[in-house]
């Protein structure tokens, strides 16, 4: 950051403000000049969108709450209301209701990215943890906005989540009766959610900000996992990086279009359509796509503390994954073995997501449990083993030297 | 060329996580599968077909609409399936709905204007279970939104009725036994439906003179319950298309930006 | 900004850079914009809110000399069925005199209903005198009991602390007796 002495700005209301508040001098060393590796891959587009995605979220999200009615009598019809009547009302919502499957799509990809490349390793720990606090906020936030629209899925989702705390010896029940301001789901129930939808996604924004502060203090990794250490290991983030996360918002941008235009309910369960019954359970109920794989974790168990437990620890277990791995290299690119256990990480993470739409009988339950044992064995057993066992390949000296090394092998072929 | 690769991996992932999730799942037992129609709102470029909406309202109001409400729903909305000011004005009259209290504090009965909502067959759920068995007849108004497969569900449903309990079903359970009141329904859950069978040939004539089987009368409702849920379709998939060619050409553009910028950082 | 990254840039290379710039550029900006109408155009009265932004009212009921309110947008409409004399008494006033200048004829489509807003341009309450036993202020139109403003029988100010007539909406008659409030 040294390296680059504050622009001298020409214009005279910037230079007044900014000898001020160097907001402007910030963003130009944050986001125009900041050292970047010149080798990131597409991968760490994620990152950026993820952002943009939550942006999108908030902005529907704020012109939504303008016609929603959060009570139980009203809550469904004024959703409906937003659909037929309010002035590209149905827009506004799918754009709001899709966004949320683009957002927790690209945080896994995100998520998955940081363990390959090992993104969590010294010096970016509290940048890791950050991410998972973030993640964590995201999975409340998006479980309390489904139960708004107050449809037969959003009711009971509500009902068997919130179920979960009377797994807490003792004061289970007291807890649960706290959370709904009643005996049961009730209007001061989807009130409260309300309050709390609206609050939470400011939080994540709030750690957002840590999240990139602690990124350009410790600087991005990159598929290497070496370390920056000349200037020609580096481009400057604009245009480099602001064009290619154009391009990438682009790509992602088509995706949302196609499913809020002409798919928009793909991702949505049609039984949420109808009003919310205390009275009748609907035969099936089947979380988001975006919570099937902890949704199958707390399945696998058949002790009722025991999957909760389980459930929360698959998340949690992600804090102290800079403590499991103890192999040197950070790269995986770099790890002959661990690149085959990662994969094998993503299968059984699509395989739980799988397994979670399925009903939790015979033969699903068998595999969720083995799914399940192996999700944790590979943090606690194989990832721990691996940094013994395994022999890394030679790591590249610098960024620069290994773009250099593959011109020439590219020239030679 | 890597990167290529890179997109297209991360595509892949993407579709593996996405789609391995709403996998449609049959609910009580084994059902055949769906009547499945050609419907003019389908794909891409789907729009309504006003004449067959028309058709379909003429049997909400001759078969659905005395067990059936259309929540949501105003008698205005139906201009937009063709009918003009005063038609609408006309079919709303041909309704009464109740309106007040007036000045001795009494409700009365009135026309219905365009501006009311439709009215309900029933004053609350507590008379609608008495008049059905115990069942509340669903709103219709969202009714291909709220079920899987859609009009063509709706579709299968009207058209799937049987006399008997048929073999399949004695098959996969040989004490399946109907309970009085009910009918049988091969897509209905649990097969044992409160609505008997509607739709005969020859209980309605079309304003159209389309020959009313039960086929078509089928048919047109479904359609019909498809607008009514999806009022927004159309400008929903005339907007899409606009948007989807905007964004090909500006990605496009992005991606040759990129690369102009990028040459001569490789 | 390219510049800076590319001092090296030949002619033809940059010429096709600064096509794919501003054309992405202007893209990018008409496309935000766009995007965002949906957003803006969400705040704008709901089709259900404007379906109700008119109002068919039926004269046939009023007798000569009586009056009725019908809401309009939330606010009370005055319509009265004027006698012969009610009209005469508003075509003999001496427009110059008055303090917002309107003759009867700009009042009114057909000179026996008066149609107007029944809210004082005073301070918006609404005036007495559509109940016959209501008083009816010193020019027998309708009297503001707020601050007592006193309107004649076209409606307009006379006397008091109003400084306008009280205001005609848009309406048409649809047919000899009935009008559309709320559309020209």
Redo the contacts between chains.
């Keep these: 950051m040294s390296s680059t002495p504050n622009p001298v700005w020409s214009n005279r209301t910037i230079k007044w403000v900014d000898r001020r508040l160097p907001i402007f001098s910030m963003m130009h060393r944050e986001l125009?000049v900041y050292p970047t590796p010149r080798n990131l891959n597409y991968w760490w587009n994620f990152g950026s969108l993820a952002g943009i995605t939550l942006v999108i979220l908030i902005?529907?999200g704020i012109?939504l709450a303008?016609?929603y009615t959060p009570h139980e009598d009203m809550a469904f019809a004024s959703i409906e209301?937003i659909m037929?009547?309010?002035?590209?009302?149905w827009?506004?919502r799918f754009i709001h209701m899709n966004t949320v499957s683009l957002f927790f799509l690209v945080v896994y990809i995100h998520i998955f990215r940081g363990m390959y490349y090992g993104s969590y390793k010294a010096p970016r720990e509290l940048l890791w943890g950050i991410g998972v606090l973030i993640y964590l906020v995201m999975v409340a936030t998006a479980f309390l906005g489904y139960v708004l629209p107050w449809g037969q899925m959003s009711f009971w989702a509500a009902t068997v989540i919130t179920s979960l705390v009377t797994a807490v010896p003792w004061v289970g029940e007291d807890l649960a009766i706290w959370l709904w301001g009643g005996f049961s789901v009730d209007n001061a129930t989807l009130k409260r959610f309300f309050s709390l939808h609206y609050l939470l996604p400011f939080v994540i924004f709030a750690l957002v900000f840590l999240h990139l502060w602690a990124l350009h203090t410790t600087k991005s990794n990159n598929p290497l996992g070496v370390e920056v250490k000349k200037p020609a290991d580096t481009l400057?983030f604009?245009?480099?990086y602001t064009m290619k996360d154009?391009f990438g918002l682009g790509v992602a941008l088509l995706v949302l279009a196609f499913f809020v235009f002409f798919y928009p309910n793909y991702f949505n369960h049609a039984i949420n359509y109808v009003q919310a019954d205390p009275m009748v359970t609907p035969a099936h109920i089947v979380p988001e796509w975006y919570f099937l794989p902890f949704y199958a974790i707390l399945r696998a168990i058949p002790d009722k503390l025991g999957g909760v437990v389980l459930m929360f620890a698959s998340i949690a277990i992600w804090f102290i994954l800079p403590l499991l791995d103890t192999s040197k290299v950070r790269s995986g690119r770099f790890r002959p073995v661990f690149k085959w256990f990662f994969w094998i990480l993503v299968a059984d993470f699509i395989f739980l997501t799988y397994l979670g739409a399925m009903p939790a009988e015979g033969i699903y339950v068998t595999m969720g449990q083995w799914a399940t044992g192996y999700y944790f064995v590979h943090f606690l057993v194989i990832l721990p083993l691996l940094g013994w066992f395994e022999k890394p390949l030679p790591v590249p000296e610098s960024i620069s030297a290994a773009v250099t090394a593959g011109h020439e092998k590219e020239a030679a072929a | 060329m890597k990167t290529l690769t890179g997109v297209a991996t991360a595509a892949a992932f993407a579709a593996g996580l996405a789609l391995a999730a709403p996998t449609a799942q049959a609910a009580g037992g084994e059902h055949p599968p769906l009547k499945t129609q050609n419907w003019t709102f389908e794909g891409v470029f789907g729009t309504y077909d006003e004449a067959q909406l028309q058709r379909g309202w003429e049997v909400y109001t001759n078969v659905c609409k005395s067990c059936h409400a259309l929540d949501y729903m105003?008698y205005?909305n139906l201009e937009q399936i063709g009918y003009s000011e005063d038609e609408v004005k006309e079919i709303a009259a041909s309704f009464e709905t109740e309106d007040g209290p007036d000045e001795w504090g009494e409700m009365f009965m009135r026309p219905a204007e365009?501006?009311d909502p439709i009215i309900e067959p029933y004053e609350n759920d507590a008379i609608a279970m008495l008049a059905n068995g115990g069942v509340v007849p669903p709103n219709l108004s969202v009714m291909t939104r709220a079920r899987d497969g859609g009009a063509d569900y709706v579709y299968s449903l009207l058209l799937g009725y049987e006399d008997s309990v048929p073999e399949w079903v004695l098959e996969a359970d040989p004490n399946f036994e109907l309970a009085p009141g009910k009918s049988f329904n091969s897509y209905f859950p649990g097969y044992a439906i409160s609505m008997p069978q509607q739709l005969f040939e020859g209980i309605l004539e079309y304003s159209d003179g389309t020959p009313a089987t039960p086929q078509q009368m089928a048919k047109d409702v479904s359609a019909f319950l498809q607008w009514a849920a999806e009022p927004e379709l159309e400008d929903r998939k005339t907007l899409g298309r606009y948007v989807l060619v905007?964004l090909v050409?500006?990605t496009a553009?992005?991606y040759?930006?990129k690369r102009?910028?990028w040459?001569?950082a490789h | 900004?390219?510049q800076a990254?590319?001092p090296?840039?030949n002619g033809e290379?940059s010429s096709?850079?600064d096509f794919?710039?501003y054309?992405?550029g202007a893209?990018?900006a008409v496309?935000t914009a766009l995007a965002l109408w949906?957003?803006i155009?969400?705040?704008?009265p709901?089709?259900?809110?404007m379906?109700?932004a008119t109002v068919e009212v039926d004269l046939s009921p009023v007798d000569v000399g009586q009056s009725i309110t019908v809401v309009w947008r939330g606010k009370p409409v005055f319509v009265r069925h004027r006698t012969e004399q009610d009209i005469e008494k508003a075509r003999a006033v001496d427009v110059a005199t008055l303090r917002d200048p309107q003759t009867d004829d700009e009042r009114v489509i057909k000179p026996e209903w008066l149609v107007q807003i029944g809210i004082c341009t005073h301070l918006g309450c609404v005036p007495k005198g559509q109940k016959p036993s209501d008083p009816k202020g010193d020019y027998d139109g309708w009297f503001c009991v707020c601050h007592g403003s006193h309107y004649d029988t076209a409606g307009r100010i006379r006397k008091g602390p109003a400084p306008l007539n009280l205001p005609v909406p848009q309406y048409a008659f649809l047919d000899d007796t009935t009008i559309r409030i709320g559309e020209e």
């Design positions: 125009i902005l529907s012109f303008m016609y209301r037929r009547e309010v002035n590209y009302g827009l506004v400057p604009h245009p480099y154009a | 105003y205005r365009p501006l905007f050409v500006f553009l992005l040759a930006y102009e910028i040459k001569d | 900004m390219s990254a590319h090296a840039g290379g096709r850079r794919l710039l054309a992405t893209m990018g496309g949906p957003f155009d969400s705040m704008n709901a089709k259900d809110v379906a109700l």
